[in-house]
């Protein structure tokens, strides 16, 4: 298996209305964004911030295991 293109560890950064993973030298690997207004959630079909930060420690947790070489489950 070839070497990850991102250092590890990740790391989640909450900005604004999304969380972002990044890589240990601060590189922006997936953004996730979020509503917490119930109403405008709906119309531009985001998540909450709560579902939207799980996301993201799945995705970091799925990179993570890709590059340490561990299958995905």
């Given at each position: 298996m070839s070497e990850a293109p991102y250092a590890l560890p990740l790391r989640i950064r909450k900005s604004g209305?999304?969380?972002?993973?990044?890589?240990?030298?601060?590189?922006?690997?997936?953004?996730?964004?979020?509503?917490d207004e119930p109403t405008r959630r709906g119309l531009v079909k985001r998540l909450s911030s709560q579902d939207a930060q799980r996301v993201a420690q799945t995705i970091a947790r799925a990179l993570t295991e890709a590059a340490k070489g561990a299958p995905n489950n």
């Open positions: 209305e999304s969380y972002a993973v990044e890589d240990s030298i601060g590189i922006s690997l997936a953004y996730v964004y979020f509503e």
